[in-house]
């Protein structure tokens, strides 16, 4: 067991780490009160690569280890949430399935543009009346017409809406199939398609940069070349990069654990209540201890199913769901206590972040699959009903 990092990956956080302090923290106090980003944020992100992600470079990518993407989003995630999601996206559900299942020609035009930064795309899975049990509750259809197929439903809750070029979404093609999933497809739309429609989700309580909302489909003709698998196989399509999606979720709640940990260690130390620092008083320790304890066992978590999938460990899904889990957890509850240590201080945004943390925390704990399916999930696999 080796718990060193490479200098590699110790050079590509410290320059994740400039710029996170240079670009993100200035800025995204900002970007949380309006819910809009810059559009040449992923072109930016690209410049350096961190758009790239594990995808092999001959589609653009930056053939990433696992580990040195959990180092980057972590400390993208310190202070922006929407930089991190993009961050890990190509190597996610959205890259990871045309990467497996795709043809030559859609990894060229899809994956190839998004790891260059110049037109992403966004996963369009949840549906208004059904989001964990999707797979198996699919309402949006696909119909073969020739050499296309048509599609219709409704999609919600689809991040990046606000830049994305193109969707990856999932269709119920054989509404006969048993059971459902076995009779879906994985397709690519493109969004000025006919029969599209978006519509960003506002106000909302957290995440608001991630720009999420509805994606409306009436009617859209989709070539066939544009099927990613074959059909009956879409679950396979999307399955495929569900344990890196919660890699990825986890990796976010450790840039969470991280900055809300030194934020209130530099409070604690400056902040004096009857002539003492508050770091003296022993609920102030408490909260400290309770933070620095998860934020290590969230990152023992996190890298030991980086760790497996850089070792070509193909089925991780306990690990993955635990990684998630605890790490999500431990981000809400240490984002909950640092607003409690800072006073009154811990909701005025525009100087500190804790409060935008608390917020955005809550929310990590509902997508990437809730916390709760996890739950279930970790216990079905250890009493062996899965
Ligand atoms: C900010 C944000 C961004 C998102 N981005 C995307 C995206 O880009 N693409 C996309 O496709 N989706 C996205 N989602 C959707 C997300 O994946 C779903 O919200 C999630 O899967 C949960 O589905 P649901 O909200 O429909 O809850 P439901 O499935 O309706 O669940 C409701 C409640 O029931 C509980 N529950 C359900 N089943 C069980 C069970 N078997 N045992 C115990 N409890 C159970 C759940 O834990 C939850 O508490 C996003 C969501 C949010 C909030």
Same mark, same amino acid.
């Given at each position: 067991?080796?718990f060193e990092l490479t200098e590699e990956q110790r050079q590509i956080r410290q320059l994740a780490k400039e710029f996170a302090e240079?670009?993100?923290?200035?800025?995204?106090?900002?970007? /949380?009160?309006?819910?809009?980003? $810059?559009?040449?944020?992923?072109? *930016?992100?690209?410049?350096?690569?961190?758009?790239?992600?594990?995808?092999?470079?001959?589609?653009?990518?930056?053939?990433? %280890? =696992?580990?040195?993407?959990?180092?980057?989003?972590?400390?993208?995630? +310190?202070?922006?949430? +929407?930089?991190?999601?993009?961050?890990?996206?190509?190597?996610?559900?959205?890259?990871?399935?045309?990467?497996? #299942?795709?043809?030559?020609?859609?990894?060229?035009?899809?994956?190839?543009?998004?790891?260059?930064?110049?037109?992403t795309g966004a996963t369009a899975v949840t549906e208004p009346h059904s989001g964990t049990d999707v797979v198996r509750n699919l309402?949006?259809?696909?119909?073969?017409?020739? /050499?296309? =197929?048509?599609?219709?439903?409704?999609?919600?809750?689809?991040?990046?809406?606000?830049?994305?070029?193109?969707?990856?979404?999932?269709? *119920?093609? /054989? $509404?006969?199939?048993? $059971?459902? =999933?076995?009779?879906?497809?994985?397709?690519i739309i493109e969004r000025d398609w006919d029969g599209i429609e978006t519509r960003v989700e506002k106000p909302i309580t957290g995440?608001?940069?991630?720009?999420?909302?509805?994606?409306?489909?009436?009617?859209?003709?989709?070539?066939?070349?544009?099927?990613?698998?074959?059909?009956?196989?879409?679950?396979?399509?999307?399955?495929?990069?569900?344990?890196?999606?919660?890699?990825?979720?986890?990796? +976010?709640?450790?840039?969470?654990?991280? *900055?809300?940990?030194?934020?209130?260690?530099?409070?604690?130390?400056?902040?004096?209540?009857? %002539?003492?620092?508050?770091?003296?008083?022993?609920?102030?320790?408490?909260?400290? @201890?309770?933070?620095?304890?998860? #934020?290590?066992?969230?990152?023992?978590?996190?890298?030991?199913? @980086?760790?497996?999938?850089?070792?070509?460990?193909?089925?991780?899904? *306990?690990?993955?769901?635990?990684?998630?889990?605890?790490?999500?957890?431990?981000?809400?509850?240490?984002?909950? %206590?640092?607003?409690?240590?800072?006073?009154?201080?811990?909701?005025?945004?525009?100087? =500190?972040?804790?409060?935008?943390?608390? +917020?955005?925390?809550?929310?990590?704990?509902?997508? /990437?699959?809730?916390?709760?399916?996890?739950?279930?999930?970790?216990? %079905?696999?250890?009493?062996?009903?899965?």
């Amino acid at each position: 067991m080796n718990f060193e990092l490479t200098e590699e990956q110790r050079q590509i956080r410290q320059l994740a780490k400039e710029f996170a302090e240079n670009e993100l923290k200035p800025n995204v106090a900002e970007w /949380d009160q309006t819910g809009e980003i $810059p559009p040449e944020l992923p072109e *930016q992100l690209a410049e350096l690569g961190f758009m790239g992600g594990t995808l092999p470079e001959e589609y653009g990518g930056s053939e990433l %280890d =696992y580990v040195s993407l959990v180092l980057i989003i972590e400390e993208f995630a +310190r202070f922006s949430e +929407r930089a991190a999601t993009l961050a890990g996206a190509v190597s996610c559900s959205l890259g990871r399935g045309t990467l497996e #299942y795709g043809s030559e020609e859609l990894k060229k035009k899809y994956l190839k543009p998004m790891a260059e930064g110049k037109a992403t795309g966004a996963t369009a899975v949840t549906e208004p009346h059904s989001g964990t049990d999707v797979v198996r509750n699919l309402h949006t259809t696909a119909e073969r017409d020739g /050499d296309e =197929y048509v599609i219709n439903g409704e999609k919600m809750w689809i991040s990046n809406l606000d830049l994305a070029e193109w969707f990856l979404t999932f269709a *119920q093609l /054989d $509404p006969d199939a048993e $059971p459902a =999933y076995q009779g879906t497809i994985a397709v690519i739309i493109e969004r000025d398609w006919d029969g599209i429609e978006t519509r960003v989700e506002k106000p909302i309580t957290g995440s608001r940069t991630l720009s999420s909302g509805a994606v409306k489909l009436n009617d859209v003709r989709v070539p066939v070349e544009n099927r990613i698998g074959e059909e009956g196989k879409g679950y396979k399509v999307l399955m495929t990069g569900t344990e890196i999606g919660r890699l990825a979720c986890a990796s +976010r709640g450790l840039g969470v654990l991280q *900055q809300c940990l030194k934020e209130s260690i530099e409070y604690a130390n400056q902040r004096e209540v009857f %002539d003492q620092n508050i770091g003296e008083y022993q609920l102030v320790k408490q909260k400290i @201890a309770n933070m620095r304890e998860n #934020y290590e066992a969230a990152k023992l978590l996190t890298f030991k199913l @980086a760790d497996m999938k850089d070792r070509g460990v193909d089925h991780a899904q *306990q690990s993955a769901s635990m990684a998630k889990r605890f790490t999500t957890n431990a981000a809400h509850q240490a984002a909950e %206590d640092a607003v409690q240590l800072h006073g009154a201080n811990g909701i005025a945004e525009s100087s =500190y972040s804790v409060g935008r943390h608390f +917020r955005n925390s809550k929310v990590s704990k509902l997508y /990437d699959g809730t916390n709760d399916i996890h739950t279930v999930m970790i216990a %079905d696999h250890e009493l062996g009903y899965k």
